[in-house]
């Protein structure tokens, strides 16, 4: 059980394109949703936490304007990120939450962002 | 700001066990401990989660001191697919706000 599913796991694209990336929980409802950055040799970061029906809240530095939420249903919360650049490429991961404040996140297995 | 710290690595070979400490000061107070394995180009897996304590499962224990400033992840018996990178999660409260902090991270690598 708790199985997060994140599409694609790969993609490469253009300077310039704006890129959608997809977390959905496949056999739980999630009202919260939580998406993470990760540099390679480096921790996780959180970016946002995404709320069902209502607006991210991002964290101190992450431009919402850049990295934009959008958490539609109870399985379903994606992350485009606008007019991509270089800086932009890492490793988006997303986890999901089953409800009650004592559970644990479940993670996707990330997609890997190059922007050319 | 609140820092979530562990031991940037570790070598260990097949069959020992493995002791892996968390520090993270601020942890709120409500908050749970968990702990995650993370193989390259994937996303963490849950291992075990823990509020205070001992906490044991079919693949780990937990160890958590009373004053819950600090962890200790156990994995008996380590084999060479443990080997990962390793990080507690924490929500901890710094400056009045709240959020999830993952430590360091600890590179695992078990030998033959």
């Known amino acids: 059980g708790a199985v997060v599913s994140q599409h694609p796991s790969w993609v490469i694209c253009k300077s310039g394109t704006s890129v959608k990336i997809e977390c959905r929980s496949l056999?739980?409802?999630?009202?919260?949703m939580f998406w993470y950055r990760q540099f390679p040799k480096q921790s996780l970061m959180l970016m946002a936490t995404s709320n069902e029906g209502s607006k991210a809240t991002y964290e101190q530095g992450v431009e919402k304007d850049k990295f934009l939420i959008n958490h539609a249903s109870l399985t379903l919360s994606t992350l485009t990120v606008t007019s991509a650049h270089p800086e932009d490429s890492s490793f988006y991961i997303c986890?999901?939450?089953?409800?009650?404040?004592?559970?644990?996140?479940?993670f996707g297995d990330g997609t890997r962002l190059s922007i050319l | 700001l609140a820092k979530t710290t562990q031991p940037i690595s570790m070598d260990s070979y097949e069959g020992q066990e493995v002791n892996i400490t968390c520090s993270h000061n601020n942890i709120a107070t409500n908050d749970y401990i968990t702990w995650y394995q993370q193989f390259p180009s994937q996303g963490p897996r849950f291992i075990i989660q823990g509020y205070k304590t001992k906490v044991t499962n079919e693949v780990a224990s937990l160890f958590i001191p009373a004053d819950r400033k600090s962890s200790t992840l156990s994995l008996p018996r380590v084999s060479l697919s443990d080997t990962a990178v390793y990080y507690c999660?924490?929500?901890?409260?710094?400056?009045?706000?709240?959020?999830?902090?993952f430590g360091t991270g600890t590179r695992l690598k078990v030998l033959a």
């Open positions: 999660l924490v929500g901890a409260t710094t400056s009045g706000t709240y959020k999830y902090i």
């Open positions: 056999d739980f409802q999630a009202t919260t």
């Open positions: 986890s999901a939450k089953l409800p009650g404040s004592n559970q644990p996140q479940h």
